[in-house]
């Protein structure tokens, strides 16, 4: 047993998920080394304004931009071009920056590929300015109207339901094209975004869904074929001509040029087309008016009488769209309505005791066909008079107030705010906990008069840096106190779809109230969190991360850190703890560092010294063989000496021996002349062989 109890146990598990370091990016763009630090900013007092202001000063700015581009246009007598979304050169370099977003999924295990690209199956296969497509150009013709939308190839049904939401409230779209023009080539649109208006500037350039006529070669062979007069002129008169042309977003009159550079205005403001794949109207109304969405599911409506009153006010306090097939994952349709496809409420009537809702489906095609659809037996002359209505496929159709529950799942509902309201806000960075609670941090406002008040709490936006996002997806809820109270006055329903942002609506009296938030956080772990995201498209879309890394920086820059002096004490403690310990693996590396350093050097001075005595002693015995060899040599010479000397004494005592043994006969008489001369001839004969010869 190591004596530790299970409550340790479990209390250190539960630490193990809290950590003093924010374990999210706030920066992907490298810092300049001018750049201040960002630590612990000074708290923003929020600033009360007109709902109007930031609308009226990004409209201004706005202004400003194409009037500024106008005048340097017309000195160099150029026409406009994008340089930050310059379609016409992404598409002819393959680039495609412009239609595909950055991609945070997983590669694949076994290979490393990456998926495909968000918007990889876009295909246009040109791009021209408005002024070589349309014959007789016009930004409105008629105002701006519901039966002008026409979705294109992009899958934004939700933001095409938006503008068709917004187009029976007189003077909505008319405010988001602030500046334009034509012949320049450029226009200015404004957007809501994160609490604001921001503002953006595009040219002119569209794309299409036919080549050009030196780059269609079947096309051009057929055309070539049938003898035109000037087949390339008669090519782009029937392909690359006017509205039905375009790949993207179209209007129904020919001419008419508004909703696809709007919506290509609105695919730059996040990023590229693909960007705007998917979403919902709601949020789309939000974009594009500055309102406020939420969501009403069909069966939660606890009074359908209040809710048919709240429809009433369609077009004037608020904006509706509606979707079904929320929960479904197919693409079927129900009596005409399309699955998991979004509409926009266009007008709402009761006359002679009928519960009626006008619908539009922004393709243009695709309506009802139960009651009060075109051609139902519900239509009589006198209605067809009182409604107004003409039968047709133009995507527009009524249904009645009971059918509308039944065939629809969810609703969105958009409060409008007119010069009479009044907006405060704050962003500001909470670390959410790992176990689903209140958070510590909490809000306060203060209203002077009593009225009614709308409460929000957002997150970011995420769509205008997608693969940025990280791994985190958040979900908000909160409840508004009494200042000094303990129970709340009410709370906020869970956002299930809608999650950037939950609200509430009520009439509030005059005092200070208390907002306390609570985050719910899902990861996903098929996903790359930044970091990885970046590494992967750095090298290759350099200008891509760039960019979209702009946008990531320029969002949570907003997010200023509040601290209390506990968070600040205990955060400087964590600073100078991870500061201590940083210099103590420094001087243990550096220590370490040195003794490698020293018996690297002992180690090598110690082989030195070793080589080098063993170079001598191998000298020496070199030196010592060659002196032995060399008194060995001398005395094998001495000893050969020696020996050839003794052999000549031995020879020579022989000899003498001999001649000793010759002296003795004539000594004694007893040799003859003869004989004697016998031997001195022998002598003489072993002497010289010449004289032996002669004898």
């Not at 079904?324 to 399309?338: A, C, E, L, N, P």
């Not at 979900?475 to 009494?482: N, P, Y």
């Not at 052999?647 to 000594?667: D, H, I, R, S, W």
Request: proline share 4%; with cysteine.
């Amino acid at each position: 047993m190591d004596g530790k109890t299970p409550q340790w146990a479990v209390d250190m598990f539960w630490k193990s998920f809290h950590t003093k370091a924010p374990g999210k990016a706030t920066a992907v763009i490298p810092n300049k080394k001018i750049r201040k630090s960002k630590k612990a900013p000074t708290p923003v007092v929020p600033v009360t304004q007109s709902a109007e202001a930031s609308y009226e000063a990004a409209a201004a700015t706005c202004r400003a931009k194409v009037a500024k581009i106008v005048q340097d246009c017309r000195r160099v007598n150029r026409k406009y071009r994008d340089p930050h979304f310059n379609i016409e050169f992404d598409l002819r370099l393959g680039q495609r920056d412009c239609l595909q977003s950055l991609s945070n999924d997983e590669p694949n295990e076994e290979t490393g590929a990456q998926p495909p690209r968000p918007g990889s199956s876009f295909a246009p296969r040109s791009a021209k300015r408005v002024t070589e497509i349309f014959t007789k150009p016009q930004f409105y013709i008629n105002g701006p109207t519901a039966n002008d939308v026409r979705q294109g190839n992009d899958g934004d049904c939700w933001l095409m339901a938006a503008l068709c939401a917004l187009s029976f409230k007189k003077g909505l779209i008319e405010k988001l094209c602030v500046a334009h023009d034509q012949d320049v080539g450029v226009y200015g649109f404004v957007f809501h975004r994160d609490g604001e208006w921001i503002s953006e500037i595009v040219d002119d350039f569209l794309y299409l869904t036919k080549s050009d006529y030196d780059d269609a070669m079947p096309d051009r062979l057929g055309f070539a074929e049938l003898e035109y007069r000037n087949p390339q002129e008669a090519y782009k008169r029937i392909f690359q001509s006017n509205s039905n042309s375009l790949y993207f977003a179209q209007c129904e009159h020919p001419q008419e040029t508004w909703l696809p550079l709007l919506e290509k205005c609105y695919a730059k403001a996040h990023g590229d087309y693909a960007a705007i794949e998917g979403g919902l109207s709601g949020e789309g109304i939000e974009d594009l008016t500055g309102g406020v969405a939420s969501d009403i599911f069909a069966t939660d409506i606890l009074d359908k009488e209040h809710f048919w009153k709240q429809l009433l006010q369609a077009n004037k306090e608020f904006l509706f769209g509606c979707s079904t097939g929320v929960f479904g994952s197919g693409f079927g349709s129900r009596q005409g309505i399309i699955e998991g496809h979004a509409y926009s409420v266009q007008r709402v009537v009761e006359i002679d005791g009928q519960r009626l809702v006008s619908l539009r489906n922004p393709w243009g095609r695709g309506e009802w066909k139960g009651a009060w659809s075109d051609g139902s037996k519900e239509w009589t002359p006198e209605w067809m008079q009182k409604l107004g209505h003409k039968f047709g496929e133009d995507g527009e159709f009524w249904i009645c107030y009971e059918d509308l529950l039944r065939t629809y799942q969810c609703f969105e509902r958009v409060r409008l705010f007119g010069p009479e309201w009044n907006v405060s806000q704050i962003w500001t960075t909470l670390h959410v906990p790992w176990v689903q609670e209140y958070n510590e941090t909490y809000f306060t406002f203060t209203t002077d008069q009593s009225g009614p008040v709308v409460i929000v709490v957002s997150q970011l936006d995420e769509r205008y840096f997608r693969g940025l996002e990280g791994q985190y997806w958040f979900q908000l809820s909160f409840r508004v106190h009494k200042a000094g109270h303990a129970g709340y006055i009410v709370r906020s329903e869970t956002a299930h779809r809608m999650r950037r942002s939950a609200n509430v609506e009520l009439d509030l009296e005059a005092g200070a109230y208390e907002v306390y938030v609570k985050i719910k956080a899902w990861r996903d772990d098929d996903v790359m969190p930044v970091d990885a995201t970046i590494r992967y498209y750095a090298k290759n879309k350099r200008d891509k991360v760039s960019r979209i890394g702009k946008a990531y920086d320029l969002a949570h820059s907003r997010g200023q850190i509040i601290e209390t002096k506990e968070e600040k004490r205990a955060r400087e403690a964590y600073e100078a703890r991870k500061l201590k310990k940083r210099r103590d693996a420094a001087k243990r590396d550096l220590k370490k560092r040195f003794e490698q350093t020293y018996y690297q050097t002992k180690k090598n001075h110690e082989r030195s010294q070793a080589r080098s005595v063993k170079k001598k002693e191998k000298m020496k015995a070199k030196k010592e063989a060659k002196a032995k060899g060399k008194e060995e040599r001398k005395a094998a010479r001495a000893a050969a000496k020696e020996a050839a000397a003794k052999e000549l004494a031995e020879k020579k005592v022989e000899e003498e021996k001999e001649a000793e043994k010759g002296e003795a006969p004539q000594a004694n008489g007893d040799a003859t002349p003869e004989k004697k001369e016998g031997r001195n001839g022998g002598r003489e004969g072993q002497e010289g062989g010449s004289f032996k010869a002669r004898a």
